[in-house]
């Protein structure tokens, strides 16, 4: 598909998923590194987000950090309505991810909240209103968050998570951190128009959005993609079933692998799931995945484990993070 594309939108598309220049005007940065002008650079990308194949210029904040979030599923029967159990769902203002996938734990959803109190009240008017039990998998270590991967040419291995630095966090970051889950106005000076919304000075905002990035807070700032919308229709969620003394390893040698858009530890559930470690592979076809899966699972550090793949089939919802009550996403 991205060989159809507009050549100056896949560079949009391919170079700017990170590293958004913090400056004034970012997009005029952009401009000049494509030989455009900054004006075509705004209607580009306003055109892509209309189209619905980016989300938004913005930024992705790390789990667990400003807020508080999970990875969750519901196991709905074939029979019912799944749909309405997904709407459901999906009218909580904090979850930001929801999709169909293939296993009998099939609806799942990340869900997001400003304190661990107000997410644990989420999960129990989602189990509430739909009657279904919420299978809750938190967060225990990320080997990488990042998902800012190239839509054409070779697989890379994605920056690996790295060490957050928590004492960077001021009590006035969060409004900051929200807007950019919700994204900039595609505007010359994006940083000034939040910054007088938010009361503060432009160079204040850069200054800030600047140390969130260094200190992992925030895990990248540029063009956040909608992969489906791109034609990364075979995308699979792939568990594994490590011992708690080779989750370390495995988890390293997995995140490094092209290939591996994602990588984290989370908790099991004692006799309803067994499965630590979790990855994500986006591909184009189901033959792209499973070429980038027999990989995997012929690392070292996984030989013997057992690993279950569970492809995307639809997506229900696609937002930022809700990290400040009343905040829309």
């Known amino acids: 598909m991205e060989n159809r594309r507009d050549p100056l ?48 210029v913005g930024a992705t904040c790390r789990p667990n950090t400003a807020g508080a979030s999970t990875l969750a599923a519901l196991s709905i029967p074939t029979d019912a ?25 099939n609806l799942w959803f990340v869900a997001t909240a400003p304190s661990a109190d107000e997410l644990a009240a ?24 990042d998902l800012g991967f190239r839509l054409s040419g070779p697989r890379h291995a994605l920056p690996d998570a ?9 009590p006035d970051d969060r409004p900051i951190m929200q807007a950019l889950a ?31 990035l260094q200190a992992r807070l925030l895990t990248r700032a540029g063009v956040i993609v909608r992969h489906r919308a791109l034609g ?18 495995a988890g390293t040698a997995l995140a490094a692998l092209p290939g591996i858009t994602l990588c984290y530890q989370r908790r099991t559930v004692p006799g309803v799931w067994s499965f630590p470690l979790f990855s ?6 189901r033959a792209e995945a499973g070429k980038v899966l027999r990989a995997a699972a012929d690392l070292p550090e996984l030989a013997g484990v057992h690993h279950e793949a569970l492809f995307s089939v639809r997506c229900f919802k696609q937002t930022g993070a809700l990290l400040q009550a009343g905040a829309s996403t």
């Open 81 to 105: 309505d799944i749909d309405a159990v997904a709407a459901v769902v999906g009218a909580e203002p904090g979850v930001n991810h929801s999709y169909l996938r293939e296993h009998d734990w």
């Open 182 to 212: 919700a994204g900039l106005p595609l505007v010359p000076r994006p940083f000034a128009e939040l910054a007088e919304k938010l009361g503060r000075s432009e160079e204040d905002i850069l200054e800030r959005i600047d140390r969130l």
């Open 9 to 56: 939108d896949q560079r949009l598309l391919d170079d700017f998923q990170r590293d958004l220049p913090l400056v004034s005007r970012p997009f005029a940065a952009i401009a000049d590194r494509l030989g455009v002008a900054e004006a075509e650079v705004i209607e580009r990308l306003a055109a892509l987000k209309a189209l619905g194949v980016i989300a938004r």
């Open 232 to 249: 990364w229709l075979s995308n699979a969620m792939v568990v594994w079933q490590v011992p708690e003394e080779r989750i370390e390893a």
């Open 122 to 145: 989420s999960l129990a008017r989602i189990e509430r209103n739909t009657g279904y039990r919420v299978l809750d998998l938190p967060l225990v270590r990320p080997f990488n968050i």
């Open 280 to 285: 994500m592979i986006h591909a184009r076809s």
């Open 162 to 170: 790295g060490a957050v630095d928590l004492d960077a966090l001021r």
